[in-house]
Nanobody, 127 residues
Framework: QVQLVESGGGVVQTGYSLRLSCVLSRRAIGPFNIGWFRQAPGKEREFVAALKWNGYTTSYSNSVKDRFTISRDNARNTIYLQMNSLKPEDTAVYYC????????????????????WGQGTQVTVSS
């Protein structure tokens, strides 16, 4: 069974940085698009960032663009989300995900296109 395990969440003050990691097991990440989503209390899960299987095509939500960076290390089967200049509105549970389709050309921001999910890691940004 494919498993994704996130880590790196925590409590930080406004303006600080965090780096989230997500390790996949039983499925190589190389051929798949990967993504990060988040869910704040009382809100729906929303797209944060995605990285295509080619390793360089990215997509970011407007709210995190220029502050967050998604990356991958295929050798370690790990994906990352570097979060800089954090704001209180970034407070949420963050989830990593792997696309269901191999070598998908379109980099999807739709959570329904992602088949495998981690359990989430809490990020809290205090003002």
């Amino acid at each position: 069974q494919v498993q994704l395990v996130e880590s790196g969440g925590g409590v930080v003050q406004t303006g600080y940085s965090l780096r989230l990691s997500c390790v996949l097991s039983r499925r190589a990440i190389g051929p798949f698009n990967i993504g990060w989503f988040r869910q704040a209390p009382g809100k729906e899960r929303e797209f944060v960032a995605a990285l295509k299987w080619n390793g360089y095509t990215t997509s970011y939500s407007n709210s995190v663009k220029d502050r967050f960076t998604i990356s991958r290390d295929n050798a370690r089967n790990t994906i990352y989300l570097q979060m800089n200049s954090l704001k209180p509105e970034d407070t949420a549970v963050y989830y990593c995900a792997s696309d269901r389709q191999m070598y998908r050309e379109i980099l999807s921001t739709n959570s329904g296109d992602y088949a495998y999910w981690g359990q989430g890691t809490q990020v809290t940004v205090s003002s």
